[in-house]
């Protein structure tokens, strides 16, 4: 089975500095996908960005990057320029590519981010 | 057009008694996963329906129930509750392409007293 591991609890930065949030995950499988998901304290989740297991290219989304390392099983968020509105619980989380996997997301602990002013 | 919508918002349960929670995918989205959120397991997969078949199950016992009706609204039921099933349920929507990307509601939470 698949397991993903957040090892911090909770991060804080400071307001339009930058900050990397750090994912690990344990599979055997070689292609799938991997999540970055945000749940602001009003708790509706949204995805931040995605990687597919295949794509050396780390994807990026405006002020969102990823570090994915397919070798060290490590998907880490970098958020540059951070913002008050992006205070949120942060969830890394896994999908498996095999044609039966369906949308089964296997997710992290989740990590609480903090933006100082 | 509309998001991921769930009912009801809130409701406390006393054990013992049964519940039945509700979502509204997306309009065009015909899979519906759910998942549970606790402190202290975090968010486990329910179950998903695709099209009125349950295509993947998660390790819950079996007093955790699901369907889906033919316009994918989908429904879960909890049967004879426990303290333990005190939880934010959240469900999520998808248009089941290989993006995988998921479309959640706001969640319903549980309480069991």
């Known amino acids: 089975a698949q397991t993903v591991t957040q090892s911090q609890p909770e991060m804080s930065v400071q307001e339009a500095e930058t900050v990397t949030l750090s994912c690990t995950y344990d599979t055997s499988e070689s292609d799938y996908y991997l999540f970055w998901y945000k749940q602001p304290p009003s708790r509706q989740m949204i995805l931040v960005i995605r990687q597919e297991a295949y794509k050396q290219q780390n994807a990026t989304e405006n002020r969102f990057s990823v570090n994915f390392q397919k070798a060290a099983k490590s998907f880490s968020l970098k958020i540059s320029d951070s913002q008050l509105g992006d205070a949120a619980m942060y969830f890394c989380a896994y999908r498996s590519a095999v044609p039966w996997g369906g949308n089964k997301l296997v997710f992290g602990a989740g990590t609480i981010l903090r933006v100082k002013s | 057009k509309a998001g991921v919508t769930q009912t009801p918002r809130y409701l406390i349960k006393t054990r013992g008694q049964q519940v039945t929670l509700s979502c509204s995918p997306i309009s065009g989205h015909r899979s519906v996963s759910w998942y549970q959120q606790t402190p202290g397991q975090g968010l486990q997969f329910l179950f998903e329906?695709?099209?009125?078949?349950?295509?993947n199950k998660g390790n819950f016992p079996g007093r955790f129930s699901g369907r889906q009706f033919s316009n994918s609204r989908s429904e879960m039921n909890v049967s004879t509750l426990e303290l333990g099933d005190s939880a934010l349920y959240l469900c999520?929507?998808?248009?089941?392409?290989?993006?995988?990307?998921?479309?959640f509601g706001e969640g319903s939470r549980l309480t069991v007293l």
């Open positions: 329906y695709f099209s009125e078949t349950q295509r």
């Open positions: 999520a929507s998808s248009q089941d392409t290989n993006t995988g990307e998921l479309f």
